[in-house]
């Protein structure tokens, strides 16, 4: 027995710089699909993170790092609880998939996510510490959370709407904290929002970040920019819109749609499905979904999810503050849908019916 490893997909042998990643070829076909499936995952899951992949002791030497076990693992890298040697605490590393053998464009987007994080200082997005390189292998270390992230957390079960609201509240003034340091998020999902010891929830996931002043784009041509079940219509387009802090506002009134309902604002188990839903049909209303949904809480969720982004919160602050009016019992600025512009939308949508 040779004692070399083999890529789990495909049973390529892998280099030594590779730890437990996938071959080159099966990282390529994992960067086109986005977040894609890992590990044989069903349909129904294709966009989500992986859950923890290994819980046995791992114990390896990696730079000033001790890895001690995988704690997650996506489409782009893997993270692992680690203890720092020289400050001697507990540390999450993210490492690229596929060591050194990976493609300049796939290390471009794991460095953006490194770079953007590391500039944001807030007490809601996880802290950065170190962005670097060993031995051809790229990783960042950061805050580790003790905590699932709100997908694993609600088991896809709807929870309290005061807590819904309190966690999308958090979650929009960490966005606006962002947007205010010219950083766009692009992935805001239950399953990139992680809850910790204290109840507090922290933003994480920073791989689809992209510089408002900057016009370059990471995404490979026909490449679905974002997760599926939860992307703004603007990013799922192949003739995208422009994308901008309104998409992150969808995002965040996505989360808050799972948190109320247990399962995201479109749903289906093909992928075209889910797109063709994203892109031209209006959700469920929660109420539908779990009667005990507030309406003006429903209301705000979806102003967030609406098609047209002039119609979504101005801004990620906006969002937070009618979050943090209804929280205080006020009465918010948002405003449900009337008939006549459910009616619109409907000729928008089906102008060969209308006629």
Not at 12 to 23: D, P, V, Y
Not at 116 to 121: D, E, I, Q, R, V
Request: with cysteine; charged share 25%.
């Amino acid at each position: 027995m040779s004692g070399n490893r083999h890529c789990p997909r495909c049973g390529r042998e892998l280099t030594a710089g590779s730890l437990e990643g996938l071959c080159p070829s099966c990282v390529a076909q994992e960067l086109l699909l986005g977040e894609a499936e890992v590990r044989g995952r069903g349909p129904e899951v294709v966009d989500q993170k992986s859950e923890v992949a290994d819980h046995s002791p791992l114990v390896r030497s990696f730079g000033d790092y001790e890895l001690l076990e995988e704690i997650a693992r996506g489409g782009m890298g893997v993270v692992y609880r680690a203890r720092q040697k020289s400050l001697k605490r507990l540390v999450a590393v993210k490492m690229i998939l596929g060591g050194g053998h990976a493609g300049p464009k796939f290390v471009q987007r794991f460095r953006t996510e490194a770079q953007a994080a590391a500039n944001l200082h807030h007490p809601n997005i996880v802290a950065i510490y170190e962005v670097g390189e060993h031995e051809g292998q790229h990783f960042f270390s950061m805050d580790y959370v003790d905590g699932p992230d709100l997908e694993r957390m609600t088991g896809r079960r709807p929870i309290p709407a005061e807590r819904a609201a309190r966690y999308a509240k958090a979650v929009a003034e960490a966005i606006h904290y962002a947007h205010q340091h010219g950083i766009l998020h692009r992935d805001v999902k239950p399953s990139n929002v992680l809850v910790d010891s204290d109840d507090q929830v922290r933003i994480t996931d920073f791989g689809l970040a992209k510089v408002l002043t900057s016009d370059t784009s990471l995404t490979l041509s026909g490449q679905l920019l974002g997760s599926p079940h939860f992307v703004p219509p603007e990013q799922a387009s192949v003739k995208r819109g422009t994308v901008g802090p309104a998409s992150d506002v969808y995002g965040i009134g996505s989360v808050l749609y799972y948190l109320l309902t247990g399962r995201p604002p479109f749903n289906a188990e093909e992928l075209p499905d889910v797109l063709q839903q994203v892109l031209n049909t209006d959700p469920v209303s929660p109420r539908l979904l779990n009667p005990s949904v507030p309406r003006d809480l429903e209301t705000i969720c979806l102003k967030c999810l609406e098609k047209d982004p002039e119609r979504r919160y101005s801004s990620a602050r906006e969002l937070a503050d009618d979050l943090g009016r209804w929280l205080r019992k006020e009465p918010i600025l948002a405003r449900p849908t009337s008939l006549w512009d459910h009616a619109v939308k409907w000729v928008k949508r089906k102008p060969a019916i209308a006629a």
